[in-house]
């Protein structure tokens, strides 16, 4: 095909039917960038010879270098078949596990996928996590099966043991499309019954035993990859062909004269033909009969492959002329077998059209998106489609017509912001120059070289100098494009780039509906808009511009500076794009960070945030080598923050600068690109900062050496104890089950609190639901600032209910009960994995409903001083007292709270205090009466369901609300915490990597070597069917994981390649504290236990990290060491 120009892709872009925009997905090294080469070619944009070796798509250096790709790129091909042409936008996207964030960022703007498997590694865990990802986002996949010609050349296979290979494949696939299937149609079962369950008069017996009624209803067969649908290809990229079944099928059917719609249905499958009664029967495996795919297809493609390979030089000229092709003389002679495999496939099957005629033929374009998609973006956090306001609702018509006309909304998505070079945007690029300009060039050159000459010859010449300088004003005068001024203006334009380090940001988006046009004003939705609360400032019907419209949280006006037509590494300018086109946005920088909704309409809500796979773990402190160069630092890590969608920035409490990426190449790359990009200073980076968690055990039932703890070690204990309350100071009481009692300095108010331990399901069903405490904290808030926020209220408060069953079905047995009732608070910051729990009788309050207590006026007080407690339990759960790390699954008890003497202090300042609240309350009445008003709202909010910690007006303890009786109860109960869990056995967690390897079965015993040096475990290793690859699934600690993917690759020489995802937190068994206390105990590990203790080892290095006092002996029983050798 010919380069297509850009009038002729503007035309394509407006027949939206004839849209495909999708992206290609797979496992790392499993051909998408090749593939990708291979679709540019047929468009000409690069040769034919170089698809394959140029990895067009992977611009950055660092991506060729590696030969991964590292950042999904768009590009926009034109397909032309049966009179049909079509556009399509083609996006590239890593297979690394470190950049599945880039893949989420492409499935987002996609409405098709290719995925991308490999002939003989078939489905890895990358595959699998991409395959679920569009899944989540609803869009169709499409299946590639590439390298078949390593099934020929590498593993040697018979064309009978290849078909059964790809059979496994398929059936692997199509076996994980299946559990994503079955796992959606139980969970919308689960969802009508519920809702059935809130309707009593459905019967609740038949719904126990019918739960596969709903798999049975509904059809799935479109959901899966087989041939004869369409939805599979064949391909070898790197050879450039490939096929689908229906190529074949229409040339067998002229040739045998069998019906082209039979074959289709028979060519895969065990079938063989009979061909002197030229029909096709089912194959019996016995009588050694081959089935069609085998004996049509597979053994012609195996024999070209066998002449070619053995050089048989007559066989291949006979299979070129049988299909009628035309080889070039050079790679006829070419001595690279590869060459002529390439010339000659690439036109009997050309790849291009195998893919992309399945693409334009099974994936859907922009008009056919789903209604269920469109409920599912427009839907953020607990949502549903039902509750959104009406006029968000009508949106939807406006999704699925993606009209272009002026009335439609225009709606747009920024799926993330990347950085180009300010010199490769289309406005910054040398423009060819006209006819005049290069005459007036020659011109001035001749000039100045008459000039030389005449100096070289030692004459003066004053006129024709005079005249050479009139020569150059003149023509900017009457020439608007003379050169000087060229010059000028080319330099003007990028200058206002030099601030921003000649980096310009360019937003990756896609348009949904209406036309996007230059210099158009547009809103910009941040992530926490919520029309709603739009809608209820503005009233109905305005039609105020813009600029004029009262301000909305989290939503700005902007202006659509630049549209750009992506090329993969070059762009073009656009004037305006119709909807259902992926384009690039100019100007966005100061309005987006990552990613963000973009409408013409604010009653638009913003799209359901990006699902990332990957979770950040990896932190470095980073610093300027020279500290004059920090606001250059600063300046860059907020461009790389914008440019990355994954990696996140913090400035921790001591003022480092902190970077958290998804793993050791993510990193990689980041730092490369604050050194030579974003920053462009030299910078030094600290060993990474490995994240523990602090929490306690029950107490262990045998000692270090396996025994049972008996009678002997009762005594050693009892020591041990009391060594570690010593380590607790004076006044505070320390019950036998490790109750501790504190008193405020002022000794006022006195608090006994406990530590216990959560059961391991408790805490993971804390962590998943951190986002529904965080929004039940965020109604609780607003309710006290007495919002109206029914709505929402309606709505959440089923998933509450659901999380509140669950935590009671887990905390079950004497010592929990009512725990979960009694739920204070949950931290830190107020939604992670430790909980409060309120068991003081003078004062209920719970995260469920509002406080209760005795009497209004005691329960006010208590409440006012109830949220210094919180705020105690809040500070303690953030830094644990091991190393400061965030506590994790511990509940601390507060079982009394004693203010009796601050009550009788209260009573004795009572009759002052009412005096100074009349003189109050007389001045305020005369200055602003609307006070008081103020005060009977948030009282009556009081009675909502929700409510909690208020603190009403007037009360004689809300002097002290805030004064230093509030400090001392923050600071002590925070204490205590501390005490109570260091009388509990302490344990540090660590961060764990599921490592998944594939290996071959030489290099097995390497990859274990490695593993266990670095306190890895396996958890199972499986042989791939028909291959000598192991794939070994194990877990690996984050503090041992650096370093660990080179050692692997460099023991292994190369063959096994680990992909570490971050999995969970476990507990790391030995005791950081531990000391020999029996005598079996100082018998095995001796006097000093001076043997590796693992915890104690990272909670040392964390607390060196942090400054922290470290006990450690730097010399014992120094003595002066002769070197025999030298003993002269």
């Given at each position: 095909m010919v380069l297509n120009s850009l009038d002729k892709m503007i035309q394509l872009q407006k027949n939206t039917a004839n849209i495909r925009n999708i992206c290609v997905l797979a496992h790392v090294d499993h051909g998408k960038t090749t593939l990708a080469d291979c679709l540019i070619s047929s468009n000409g944009i690069i040769s034919s010879r170089l698809a394959g070796k140029l990895r067009y798509m992977d611009s950055r250096e660092d991506e060729q270098i590696r030969g991964i790709t590292m950042k999904s790129s768009a590009i926009s091909l034109h397909y032309a078949k049966d009179s049909e042409e079509y556009l399509i936008n083609l996006i590239d996207s890593?297979?690394?596990?470190?950049?599945?964030?880039?893949?989420?960022?492409?499935?987002?703007?996609?409405?098709?996928c290719i995925i991308v498997v490999d002939a003989v590694e078939g489905v890895c865990p990358q595959t699998q996590a991409v395959l679920r990802q569009a899944w989540l986002e609803n869009i169709r996949p499409v299946l590639v099966i590439n390298k078949i010609d390593r099934l020929i050349v590498e593993l040697k296979f018979t064309p009978q043991e290849a078909y059964s290979h790809l059979k496994n494949i398929l059936e692997q696939i199509n076996a994980l499309t299946g559990t994503l299937f079955t796992s959606k149609v139980l969970e919308e079962r689960a969802e009508r019954?519920?809702?059935?369950?809130?309707?009593?008069n459905s019967e609740q017996g038949e719904q126990v035993y019918d739960w596969s009624t709903g798999l049975e209803d509904t059809d799935d067969s479109h959901l899966y990859f087989s041939p004869e649908q369409g939805n599979v290809v064949f391909t070898s990229a790197i050879d450039g062909w490939g096929f689908g079944i229906e190529h074949f099928a229409k040339i067998y059917s002229k040739k045998i004269g069998i019906k082209k719609e039979v074959l289709l249905k028979t060519l895969w499958g065990d079938y063989y033909i009979n061909m002197k009664a030229k029909k096709i029967m089912k194959v019996d495996q016995a009588k050694g009969k081959k089935p069609l795919f085998v004996q049509l297809i597979l053994e012609n493609i195996w024999s070209l492959y066998d002449a070619v390979l053995k050089k048989d030089k007559e066989k291949i000229d006979k299979i070129v002329t049988s299909l009628g092709l035309k080889i070039g003389v050079r790679e006829a002679r070419h001595s690279d077998p590869k060459v002529q495999i390439n010339a000659i496939c690439s036109q009997w099957l050309p790849i291009s059209h195998a893919v992309l005629s399945m693409v334009c033929q099974k994936l859907p374009s922009p008009l056919d998106i789903t209604a269920e998609r469109v409920e599912k973006l427009l839907c953020t956090g607990s949502q549903t489609f039902d509750s959104l306001p009406l006029e968000t609702q009508a949106l939807k018509a406006a999704f699925m017509k993606c009209g272009s006309e002026d009335t439609a909304p225009v709606i747009i998505f920024v799926s993330k912001m990347f950085a180009v070079d300010a010199k490769a945007l289309p406005q910054n690029k040398p423009r060819p120059l006209t006819q005049e300009e290069i005459a007036q060039r020659r011109e001035r050159a001749r000039q100045r070289h008459a000039e030389k000459l005449a100096a070289?010859?030692?004459?003066?010449?004053?006129?024709?100098?005079?005249?050479?300088?009139?020569?150059?004003?003149?023509?900017?005068?009457?020439?608007?494009?003379?050169?000087?001024?060229?010059?000028?203006?080319?330099?003007?334009?990028?200058?206002p780039q030099e601030g921003s380090n000649q980096e310009s940001f360019i937003a990756f988006a896609r348009v949904f509906s209406g036309v996007a046009r230059r210099g158009e004003k547009i809103f910009v939705l941040g992530p926490k808009y919520s029309p709603i609360e739009f809608l209820q400032r503005v009233p109905l019907g305005f039609s105020a511009p813009p600029d004029d419209l009262p301000p909305v949280p989290h939503m700005a006006c902007c202006t659509l500076e630049n549209l750009y037509l992506l090329m993969g590494r070059e762009l073009e300018d656009l004037?305006?794009?119709?909807?259902?086109?992926?384009?690039?946005?100019?100007?966005?920088?100061?309005?987006?960070?990552?990613?963000?909704?973009?409408?013409?309409?604010?009653?638009?809500p913003p799209f359901i945030p990006l699902n990332f796979e990957a979770t950040p773990i990896v932190r470095v402190a980073v610093e300027p080598k020279h500290p004059s160069e920090m606001p250059q630092l600063v300046k860059g890590m907020k461009l790389l923050n914008q440019a990355d969608p994954c990696v996140q920035i913090l400035i921790q409490e001591t003022g480092e600068h902190v970077l958290i990426t998804a793993g050791e190449v993510h990193l990689q790359r980041c730092l490369d690109d604050l050194k030579e990009r974003f920053a462009k200073i030299h910078i030094s980076v600290s060993e990474p900062i490995i994240p523990f968690r602090e929490t306690i055990t029950k107490p262990p039932k045998v000692d270090m050496v396996n025994e049972e703890i008996g009678k002997q070690q009762k005594v050693a204990v009892i020591h041990q104890t009391k060594e570690d309350q010593s380590k607790i100071p004076e006044g505070i009481q320390v019950d036998s089950d490790g109750?501790?009692?504190?008193?405020?300095?002022?000794?006022?108010?006195?608090?006994?609190?406990?530590?216990?331990?959560?059961?391991?399901?408790v805490t993971q069903i804390l962590e998943e639901n951190s986002d529904l405490i965080r929004s039940m904290e965020l109604l609780t808030s607003s309710l006290n600032e007495g919002k109206n926020t029914q709505m929402i209220h309606q709505k959440t408060q089923e998933k509450i209910w659901e999380f509140k069953g669950k935590l009671e079905q887990h905390l079950t047995g004497r010592k929990w009960r009512n725990t979960v009732d009694q739920i204070w608070s949950f931290g830190p910051r107020k939604c992670g994995p430790n909980i409060l729990v309120n068991k003081s009788e003078d004062f209920q309050n719970s995260v469920w409903i509002g406080p209760t207590g005795r009497s209004s006026k005691?329960?006010?007080?208590?409440?006012?001083?109830?949220?210094?407690i919180v705020s105690g339990f809040q500070l303690a759960t953030l830094s644990g007292p091991m190393c400061e790390e965030p506590l994790m699954g511990v509940c601390f008890v507060l079982e009394k709270w004693d203010l009796s003497k601050f009550e009788e202090q209260g009573a004795s300042d009572k009759q002052n205090q009412e005096?100074?609240?009349?003189?109050?309350?007389?001045q305020e009445e005369d200055k602003i009466h609307p006070s008081g008003e103020e005060n009977q709202e948030v009282q009556g909010v009081c009675l909502e369901p929700f409510e909690k910690r208020t603190s009403p007006k007037g009360d004689s303890s809300i002097t002290d609300c805030y004064g230093p009786f509030s400090g001392q109860l923050i600071a002590t109960m925070k204490e205590a915490c501390r005490y109570s869990l260091q009388v509990k056995p302490q344990r540090l967690m660590a961060a764990m990597y599921t490592c998944d390897i594939m290996a071959t079965s030489d290099v097995l015993g390497r990859v274990y070597a490695v593993l266990s040096k670095r306190e890895g475990r396996v958890l199972q290793e499986e042989m791939k069917e028909g291959t000598d690859m192991f794939i070994i699934k194990a877990v690996l600690p984050v503090a041992e994981s650096f370093g660990f993917a080179d050692e692997i690759r460099k023991r292994t020489s190369g063959l096994a390649s680990?992909?570490?995802v971050f999995s969970h937190w476990e507990v790391i068994p030995s005791d950081p504290f531990w000391v020999p206390t029996t005598e079996e105990e100082y018998l095995h590990f001796g006097e000093k236990a001076d043997s590796e203790n693992q915890a104690r080892k990272y909670m040392n290095a964390v607390r060196k990290r942090k400054g922290l006092y470290v006990e450690e002996k730097i010399v014992e029983h120094a003595e002066k060491q002769r070197t025999l050798s030298k003993n002269k």
């Open positions: 890593p297979g690394h596990v470190d950049f599945s964030s880039e893949v989420s960022t492409a499935v987002r703007i996609c409405d098709g019954d519920t809702e059935s369950q809130v309707n009593p070289a010859q030692g004459q003066a010449p004053l006129e024709p100098t005079q005249d050479a300088s009139a020569l150059e004003t003149s023509p900017q005068r009457e020439e608007p494009r003379g050169d000087e001024q060229q010059v000028e203006s080319m330099a003007t334009n990028p200058v004037e305006e794009v119709p909807p259902g086109n992926v384009l690039g946005i100019g100007g966005l920088q100061d309005f987006v960070l990552k990613s963000a909704t973009l409408c013409s309409l604010p009653s638009c109750l501790i009692t504190m008193t405020t300095p002022n000794k006022l108010a006195t608090l006994s609190v406990r530590a216990v331990p959560l059961p391991e399901e005691e329960a006010s007080r208590y409440r006012d001083l109830g949220n210094s005096q100074i609240d009349l003189l109050g309350e007389r680990p992909q570490l």
